[in-house]
């Protein structure tokens, strides 16, 4: 046993060893203050559902159900008595005991008023901003601060992926212990570093999954994903559109829709066909497709504009997306998931699994763990740093001279920047930084 821990204490002092350490700890510090605000908000919406229902129950739910809804028309009309403005997305009561929700467009945005749909008595209105689960997700992805900031997320992504990836390597069992347990008090160093490391290694493949499957939300590099495989036959199928009449405008300006299609193009109707539908025939027509319950419908708001059925629900196999022509009442696209490309199942697949979809409460724990274990790894990281850091240094790990290691180093971070180019110029810079920084500022610290 004491030759396998010299074994181990000579590996940790090698220095790719160190190389490797001081990229964990450069990662940590760009990473932990977005990991921990990531943890808090994507675990409390992994519930976004059982938390609404009890936060905003007066407005979801009806007091009894009934067998017969009023007519979509009807409901929409009450619930532009209650709020003026232009009714611009319709989605019936997706349950028996549940309200039906209109938007209705106004000079402060769109505001979702709640309706009864058997008796037309308005429950309660929230303007869309400020729906609960709304303001979790803007925090998420910092969209709430601007696209700058959504950018940083993307970065923090990325080295979040270098943290996870450099951390396994350093866990990686040497034979000297230490290494599935957690040793010691919290008063000694070692427990903090074993807390760490236990739980970055226990969890660091479901923290890479959230990562991973997160990253084609992003700003930059989500938009690249999806546009390249949209070229290359592997998203939406672009020839459904070939014979439609079609518009510039991105179904993603119409509101919140699924990743594979927010780029697609919203078709146009045609005003020459003669008078509208109407939104009771245009419901009628969604749901005689065969439309699963929870879609929503957005109104048309130009003469040219059409009315469109969309549903994302957790069952993958029904999601599906139709463009109805206000006039005549043709479906001109209707897009179910059996249609998109390979490329795109799998990371709808990814999507629905980070966001607690796919196996009921079991993938809401699972992902609500790799949450808990985030934030565990971080606290424990900072508290590492603390403890050992030299008053007014950095103190980050320091190799002496590291020749080919620098330049191996220097070639994975050029990698990188080809496949997630936001990271990779900041890895890029990390190393200028690095080299740049004084000795004095830095100091070599004992694994």
Known sequence: MAETSMEGAAFRSSKLYRTIWRWHFYAGLLVIPFA?????????????????????????????????PLPASEIIKRANAAVAGTPVKYTPAPA???????????????????VNPYDGAVLGSVHEEWKLMNIVRRLHSLAWFGKVANHLIEIAAGWMIVLIVTGIYLWWPRGDGGVASVRGSPKRRVFWRDL??????????????????????????????????????????????????????PLKHHGEVGWTV??????????????????????????????????????????????TASVFPENLAEQRLVHIDQYSGKPLVDL???????????????????QGQEWGLFNQLLMLAGCIALITAS????????????????AAPQTEGEGRIGVIAFAIAALIGVLYPL?????????????????????????
Do not use: C
């Open 36 to 68: 921990i605000l990531l943890a808090i908000t994507g675990g409390i919406y992994l519930f976004k559902d059982e938390i609404d229902s009890v936060v905003s129950a007066k407005r979801l739910y009806v007091a009894e159900a009934q067998a017969t």
């Open 379 to 394: 606290i424990t990281g900072i508290t590492m740093w603390w403890k050992r850091r030299p008053v007014g240094k950095i």
């Open 336 to 354: 179910e998931f059996a249609e998109f490309g390979t490329g795109a199942k799998i990371v709808e697949w990814g999507i629905s699994v980070h």
């Open 96 to 114: 028996a005991e549940r309200s039906a929700e209109v938007a209705i467009k106004t000079e402060q945005g769109n505001v979702s008023v709640y």
């Open 196 to 249: 760490h490391a236990v739980t970055g290694a226990f969890a660091g493949f479901i923290v890479l999954f959230l990562a991973i499957s997160g990253m084609p939300w992003s700003a930059f590099w989500g938009a690249q994903l999806n546009k390249q495989m949209t070229a290359h036959g592997m998203g939406y199928p672009p020839e459904l559109w070939d014979n439609v009449p079609g518009s510039t405008v």
């Open 423 to 447: 990271v990779g110029g900041t890895m890029l810079a990390a190393l200028v930084v690095d080299a740049a920084l004084p000795k004095g500022f830095k100091e070599k610290w004992v694994a």
């Open 262 to 307: 927010e780029n697609s193009p919203v078709p146009k109707s045609e005003p020459d066909k003669g008078t509208p539908i109407g939104i009771d025939k245009a419901v009628a027509i969604a749901e005689g497709a065969g439309i699963a319950k929870g879609y929503t419908m957005e109104i048309p708001a130009t003469p040219e504009g059409v009315f």
